[in-house]
Every structure is written in C-alpha cells, then in structure tokens.
C-alpha cells in the first residue's frame, strides 16, 4: 500500500513539474510555439534518461547542475546594487501563523530529500551524515536564495504578485553597459533542473515496480510520458493550475513527505531493534 502512494507521489510530481515548465515556456518567451513541439522532444529525453539508468543520471546530472549553480551565484552576485535588504524584516509582521505555514512551501524541497533512501542500494558507498547535512545545507541556499533576492530586489508586494520572480531577476541583470536581458541564462537553469528532476522521478518509478520485466517498466514509462503530453496541452490556464498547486499539490506533497519520513525511520528504529534482539539470542545460544 505504501508503495501505492509513493507512486501516485512520483507520477504527481512528473505532470506537475511537467506542466509548470511548459507554462513557464509558453508564457515566457515561445508564445506561438505549439505546446507538442516543445513537450514531445522533453518526454523522449526524460524517459530516454531514466531507461538508461542512475548512472547516466548521475552523469547527466554532474555535468548540467554545476553550471546552474554558477549561474545562480552569478546572477544573485550581479544584482546586488539593486537588492534592498530591508524588505526582508519585519519577519512575521502579518503574524507568527503566518509564517510558519510558509514552510510548506518553502520546506517541501527540503523534504524531497527522502527521496535519497530510494537510491541507497544503488550507491557504492552509503551516504554519511556529513554527506546529508551538506545536501541539506546546499538545498537551503538554492531556496532561500531566489526567495530572498526576490524579495530584496522586487519588495514583498511586486514579489508576491509574479509568476516566476526567479526568471524577472534575471531580467534586471546588466553586464556592462551594452549587455541586458540576460534571461535567456534563466533557460538553461530552468530546462536542465526539470529534465533531472523529471528523468530522476521516473526513474524511481520504475524503482517501485522492479520486479515487473523490462517491457512492462518500458510500458509504464510511456503510459507516464503520456500523461505528461496530455497535461501539458489540456486547456487549462495558467493561473488555475497555479491555484491548484499552491491550494492542495505543495502542501499534501509536503506533509505526504513528512509522513513518510516519520514512517521510514520508525520502520528503521523497529528493524534495527529486531536485529539487536536476534543478535543476542544468537550469541546467548
């Protein structure tokens, strides 16, 4: 049953990380584009990605993200004569309520690190603590970054008010005098961190169903990839989806994680006791 859900979960999190890009696309900068012309060639290559395994995964992932991260360095360096730090505080000035429920949408990329337990017996060496805190610690950056800088940049009422404020500061960046518009950086940001994302959840997909044959987790893969097609050019706009995501996706997601991970570590308090008992009758015979 609890694979069940954490399916359900993976497939959510491909249509809507699927269907905010193409949005984003769309709106952004392809307004004529057909919306098939852009989703068909990213399903291939997300399937392609998660067919071929973690390794090409890690791979792919070793040689793009690097690059997003200096990119996101540079930008957030670049504009910081236009920053205004003072927009930041008061911190819960409508309230401490307020402010805490934020963290389910702040929090949930946080939360995703459960996701690593699904790739442990894949990994050569397991991940140590100092491992996991500098995964932690380089995910509060790549949130807390944007978030602030927006804020900073745009003030918390334009911020609040934007669709994509991570894309509008890279409109703002100059380089020198002759240099602006440098938002088509924001492109290769934003494609490389949702073909890895896409291609990693359906790989751990396939994870869920691997004592099924190679045809049926192809199978799958393409029935997914076909949602995906389908979600990303269903007419149904923008701000609804918005609505959505930001009414019942990114909270459920987030307390769904949450439980997961209470029930994950339950899970492996219990196994290890079971395991010091067995251990112990073993050694008192």
Request: proline share 4%.
């Amino acid at each position: 049953m609890a694979l069940f859900f954490i399916a359900i979960y993976l497939i959510s999190l491909v249509l809507a990380t699927t269907k905010e890009t193409i949005d984003w696309i769309t709106t952004s900068f392809l307004f004529e584009t057909p919306s098939l012309a852009i989703i068909i060639p990213f399903t291939l290559l997300c399937i392609f990605l998660a067919h071929s395994g973690m390794r090409s995964i890690a791979i792919s992932s070793s040689v793009l993200l690097p690059i997003v991260v200096i990119l996101g360095i540079f930008v957030a360096t670049g504009n910081i004569p236009k920053k205004d730090y003072s927009h930041l505080l008061p911190l819960f000035e409508n309230g401490y309520f307020h402010g805490i429920k934020t963290l389910q949408y702040s929090g949930y990329g946080l939360a995703e690190l459960i996701l690593i337990a699904f790739f442990q017996e894949k990994l050569s060496d397991k991940l140590n603590i100092k491992v996991l805190v500098f995964l932690c610690l380089g995910l509060v950056f790549l949130l807390l970054g944007p978030l602030t800088a927006a804020l900073a940049e745009f003030g918390p009422a334009l911020a609040e008010a934007m669709r994509y404020p991570a894309y509008e500061q890279w409109r703002l960046l100059t380089i020198g005098k002759y240099i602006e518009h440098t938002d088509f950086f924001s492109i290769y940001q934003w494609l490389a961190g949702a073909y890895i994302r896409v291609s990693m959840a359906l790989f751990l997909i396939m994870e869920v169903f691997k004592g099924k044959t190679n045809n049926v987790k192809l199978g799958i893969l393409f029935a997914v990839g076909f949602l995906m097609i389908v979600i990303s050019i269903v007419p149904f706009s923008n701000f609804k989806f918005l609505h959505v995501t930001q009414t019942f996706y990114y909270p459920g997601a987030f307390y769904f994680l949450l439980l997961l991970s209470a029930f994950l570590f339950i899970g492996t308090f219990i196994r290890s006791k079971e395991g010091k008992r067995h251990e112990n009758e073993t050694i008192q015979k």
